[in-house]
């Protein structure tokens, strides 16, 4: 028999008892149980008082009730005042009439039970972004965009003093505003927290630091012994892994969130940084076959091109030479003057 069927069992029995159907052995095994705990003694006194209050039909009545459950309490608790028998009359008792009051208060308990265990206990989702860019608003408002590979772990209902993710591999957050509820995102190695803003984090497991580049609002990045780096808009800040360092400074990188936007800004760049933008955006495998051309200064704006698009602006700017061997994309070339 599991404790809830022990449980139901007793409120049965207290009702057998206000109904004098005990025997001397049920009284007995009544009393042990409400002696017991301090919860099942406060569970027979609401009962016995609700009962006793449904029945009241004027206010003399109550005020017998009063003397009444003094006798009872008495019995079932060993109060010294008391000098009745236990198995005296306690009252004009309708069983059914308990037993129907009885469910109705395990119901309504056994409701705010649960809702207070999904509180505390929110159940947990997993968000996983595979071989695609994958986007969720959380139940707070909060909107998330994982990168290729990526995994967001996240309550389907945030607790009442914080909200609390965890992420590997790298994300966009656009963080809803609520200064009594932090929003904090735990990774392997640090912990973000912020209010409400919005920022870039990239913590994938094999790159030796952890970046995080603000685009607005203000983010505390939280390392070994709690230390705190604090960054606002525009602002870039490293973990370092093999020494546990935090560091920040302006961020150099205007298209930190291509893979998510699919816009790219070049300006006066060179040939080597921009193939491994591309690579970084469209998770592509371009190889530069001819050191020569490495230096080779672009500057243009691609809008939600394609990747075979910007390959052939490229190759006309350049006079490139572009082909696909054995997976990659090689470019060779003679060199920018």
Not at 14 to 26: D, M, S, V
Not at 51 to 77: K, P, R, T, Y
Not at 272 to 290: A, C, G, W
Request: overall charge negative.
């Amino acid at each position: 028999m599991n404790s809830e069927n022990k449980h139901i069992d007793f409120l049965d029995l207290i009702g057998k008892y206000l109904a004098k159907e005990t025997t001397g052995e049920e009284i007995k095994m009544l009393e042990e149980w409400v002696k017991k705990d301090p919860e099942n003694k406060k569970t027979f006194r609401d009962l016995k008082q609700a009962w006793m209050l449904s029945n009241a039909e004027h206010v003399d009545q109550q005020i017998n009730i009063n003397e009444e459950w003094e006798q009872l309490s008495s019995a079932l608790f060993g109060e010294e005042d008391y000098t009745g028998d236990l198995t005296s009359d306690t009252a004009n008792f309708n069983y059914n009439k308990f037993l129907k009051m009885a469910a109705i208060i395990v119901i309504v308990l056994t409701a705010g039970y649960f809702l207070f265990y999904l509180v505390s206990h929110p159940s947990t989702e997993q968000l996983v972004a595979g071989n695609s860019v994958v986007s969720t608003t959380l139940s707070d408002g909060t909107e998330v965009t994982l990168n290729h590979n990526s995994i967001l772990k996240y309550p389907k209902i945030f607790a009442s003093h914080i909200r609390t993710v965890q992420l590997q591999g790298d994300a966009y957050f656009n963080v809803s505003h609520d200064l009594s509820k932090p929003f904090v995102i735990e990774t392997k190695n640090i912990q973000i927290e912020v209010l409400g803003t919005s920022f870039y984090l990239n913590a994938k497991v094999e790159q030796p630091t952890v970046d995080v580049i603000v685009q607005t609002g203000k983010v505390a990045i939280i390392g070994h012994n709690n230390e705190k780096l604090f960054l606002t808009a525009g602002e870039k800040g490293t973990f370092n892994k093999s020494n546990g360092q935090l560091s920040k400074g302006e961020n150099p990188d205007q298209n930190f969130i291509s893979w998510k936007t699919r816009q790219l800004v070049f300006d006066n760049e060179s040939l080597v940084n921009v193939v491994d933008k591309l690579n970084q955006t469209y998770h592509s495998n371009i190889t530069i076959d001819n050191p020569d051309i490495y230096n080779c200064l672009l500057t243009a704006t691609f809008e939600e091109q394609s990747i075979e698009i910007i390959l052939e602006v490229l190759q006309e700017t350049f006079d490139l030479i572009i082909e696909q061997k054995d997976g990659k994309i090689l470019i060779t070339g003679n060199g920018c003057e």
